[in-house]
């Protein structure tokens, strides 16, 4: 149990008072940020998909021992969307400060507006699978959108 609630909350990230998305969603950043250091942006991918094949099966398991949906304290969830936001977004080592800034900003956005089939998927799928589903699509589209938009910054302003 102790170590699937690390996995689950990101290292208890996801147990703070205040937030507990937003904090599990920086400290996933934080960590993404970190790997790609070492490991190539399709890597970082690739362990995002990984981790929510993994985050399914224990999210599964974990809200049967709670008997709860979706608790508060799950931030798996973000930890792959934000991957995915960084994995996807086009981020480099030159564009890596400003892609964060906005890859967070608009992974929080869709996350929490949950537009579309994101809300639909947050709304209708039980399960891990409705955890993770909502989050991984939300990271898709804020890959997108922070590409769409850097590249009208670096058109338009830099």
Not at 65 to 83: F, N, P, R, S, Y
Not at 123 to 149: C, E, F, Q, S, W
Request: charged share 15%; with cysteine; hydrophobic share 55%.
């Amino acid at each position: 149990m102790n170590l699937r609630k690390f996995f689950l909350t990101v290292g208890f990230s996801g147990l703070s008072p205040k937030a507990p998305g937003t904090v599990g969603s920086f400290v996933s950043l934080l960590i993404g940020l970190f790997l790609l250091e070492f490991l190539h942006v399709s890597t970082l991918f690739l362990l995002s998909l990984l981790i929510t094949v993994i985050a399914i099966k224990q999210i599964d398991i974990y809200e049967k021992e709670v008997g709860m949906h979706d608790g508060k304290e799950i931030v798996i969830d973000e930890l792959a969307g934000m991957w995915i936001t960084l994995s996807i977004c086009g981020i480099n080592s030159e564009n890596m400060i400003i892609m964060a800034v906005l890859g967070f900003l608009y992974f929080r956005l869709f996350d929490i507006w949950k537009p579309s089939i994101i809300g639909r998927i947050d709304r209708d799928v039980k399960g891990g699978m409705g955890v993770m589903g909502d989050d991984v699509v939300a990271g898709l589209a804020a890959g997108i959108a922070t590409a769409g938009t850097y590249q009208l910054i670096e058109k338009f302003i830099l």
